[in-house]
């Protein structure tokens, strides 16, 4: 008699079942970033996230029992799967954190849904003030520790900085996709901090950054190395 | 016999005609901004603008053909329509300019939806990047003139700096919008200016600016008193 690790119902069986719903959540999700960024929030059906993502509607309203919940998942899972490689100055991990994110809004779909769902205005039911507070908090800790560490001067107000650049990025990624499609992305985005910093470090900390316009690549490909033992969890959705 | 200039068909009648003209034009793109502003460009129609300009179809059609022509006479109605007064520090008259568009942002209509039309992503068939241009080409040309008198670094690249003041100002609006719908958009407002001004002009010119928060309140005032003779080309269209 076999035992129950190995007749699909034990231990191995278990891993299989979560491995594959995890699988069909990540299809599901992809196709629904794909969905929010083609149609936007309030155009887009279940029915066209069914068609894209082919699992059943079973599936689909197992993980995500509504439009809301598809929504707030892309939102999380764009500003919360890209774990930033830890630095010794904790400005240039911010500035890693802003440039691999401008990077992935120029080769990852669920980014460019993430981002666009959190402009959408019509998108009233979500919460658009999430990932905006989400991405301000990490900001706001990587300042705090900057200036714990004497990398920025004393009168900032972490917050107040870490708010004014997410909100600028926001923009700057706006803009970027109305005058290039998002080309221009990273080269905006390092003029960007470029003018953001000098009133928040000393010019010998400025002077050791790297802003440049391939940051952001470099960063994702670190990444990527760092964990080769989990593909998937970096996998992206491609932009058309 | 009644002259021509009397009888309705002479100077003063035409002038009349033109005058009812600007009128009508002037509610039919009032209208067309509560419009965009609350359904976006694409589930906007133009019955819905009817409705709510209560104007005839014919009217309608004859200033604007299209929903494109309304959406792109919204566009250039609230990038277009602001005189900032001259100031002989042109910082000052930059930080003017945006400070003046916060606060339109926080009370009139117009200002918001052509803020929306620019960042709508569905709005496709429109000309998105011409407000971001515009309004950096207003912004580069003050930022010139600012480091002809010395009030600019001369390592500024007047353009980069506008659009990346442009650009900032898009992303800060919209958070501002998710976070308190306006309500703490100036106070945003003077908070980007301060982290984008230290890298730009030297300490003196910055110490002399007027940042605060009702300085856009301050300035439109001033422009309406400058104007009081055409009240109806400054009139808001009432925010809900």
């Known amino acids: 008699m076999a035992s129950r690790a190995d007749d699909g119902c034990g ?10 719903a995890i699988e069909t959540r990540r299809n599901i999700l992809a196709a629904a970033a794909k969905v929010f960024e083609e149609h ?8 066209d996230v069914l068609a894209e993502a082919d699992v059943t509607k079973g599936a689909l309203y197992f993980h995500f029992p509504s439009k809301e919940s598809l929504a707030d998942g892309v939102l999380r899972e764009q500003d919360e799967q890209f774990p930033t490689p830890e630095r010794a100055g904790k400005l240039q991990q911010l500035v890693d954190t802003v440039m691999v994110q401008a990077y992935r809004l120029q080769t990852d779909c669920m980014a ?75 080269a905006r985005v390092g003029i960007l901090m470029r003018h953001l910093l000098p009133g928040v470090a000393h010019a010998p900390v400025l002077a050791s950054l790297d802003l440049s316009e391939d940051r952001g690549e470099r960063v994702f490909a670190e990444v990527l190395a760092l964990h080769s033992d989990e593909p998937d969890r970096f996998r992206r959705v491609p932009v058309n």
């Open 11 to 20: 231990w191995k069986g278990r891993r299989a079942v979560q491995e594959r």
């Open 40 to 47: 936007g929030y309030k155009a887009a059906t279940i029915a």
């Open 112 to 186: 460019r849904a993430g981002v666009r769902l959190t402009l959408d205005q019509r998108a009233g039911s979500i919460d658009r003030k999430g990932p905006f507070a989400r991405w301000a908090d990490t900001c706001r800790q990587l300042l705090e520790t900057a200036q714990r560490q004497g990398e920025v001067f004393p009168h900032v107000v972490a917050l107040e900085t870490a708010e004014a650049l997410v909100g600028s990025f926001a923009g700057i990624q706006a803009m970027s996709q109305a005058y290039s499609n998002y080309a221009d992305l990273t």
